[in-house]
């Protein structure tokens, strides 16, 4: 898996060496917002307690010049999910976006987002290995970029499930609970095109 992460960031390197006039490449960063089961009720739950589901991430980018452009990212994203305790995760996202330019400055983008987790950590309880650290799931958003700073809003979701178990003080799963490692995410990013 780390060997197949390793040739995609070659990859991403070398899109930005056949650089065109919009083609280009930079760095990205902000905030995450991922949602515990039902999004709706989640939304609730961060106006009650705004911090509770908030991370961020931080990465790089290379984007294709045209109208209809490729936009590879390598970002290393860490999310808090508030369940009884805190549920911690860090993991490198690889998304790769085909986007399009829409009027002016705004564009459009989908594709799919390739996560690996690195770490995860429940405070104060033991949880078991995670079922994959290696699933796909899907972005798609909208942007707007001005100049060489772009800013763009983005959803994420899974393709399928990838839980935790929580295991007691026997390291037996307790009582079947879980917690899903692929939440679903509004991603809120700023960029600098270097």
Do not use: C, W
């Not at 930079?26 to 995450?32: A, P, Q």
């Not at 009720?41 to 452009?69: C, E, F, M, Q, R």
């Amino acid at each position: 898996m780390k060997k197949t992460l390793l040739v995609i960031t070659l990859a991403l390197a070398s899109l930005a060496t056949y650089a065109q006039t919009d083609a280009g490449f930079g760095i990205k960063g902000g905030l995450n917002y991922g949602g515990n089961g039902d999004y709706f009720d989640s939304a609730k739950d961060a106006y009650n307690d705004p911090d509770k589901n908030v991370g961020y991430h931080i990465g790089i980018y290379a984007k294709t010049a045209g109208n209809l452009y490729l936009r590879p990212e390598l970002v290393y994203t860490s999310l808090k999910s508030g369940y009884a305790e805190d549920f911690k995760m860090q993991k490198l996202d690889l998304p790769v976006l085909v986007g399009a330019k829409v009027i002016g400055p705004l564009n459009v983008f989908a594709g799919p987002s390739f996560q690996y987790i690195l770490d995860t950590d429940y405070e104060g309880i033991t949880i078991g290995d995670v079922k994959n650290d290696f699933t796909v799931g899907l972005n798609v958003g909208v942007g707007v970029n001005l100049g060489k700073l772009g800013v763009d809003i983005r959803y994420e979701r899974g393709f399928s499930d990838n839980e935790v178990s929580i295991l007691n003080s026997n390291n037996a799963i307790n009582g079947g609970d879980r917690i899903d490692t692929r939440p679903d995410q509004l991603i809120l990013s700023l960029s600098l095109k270097l």
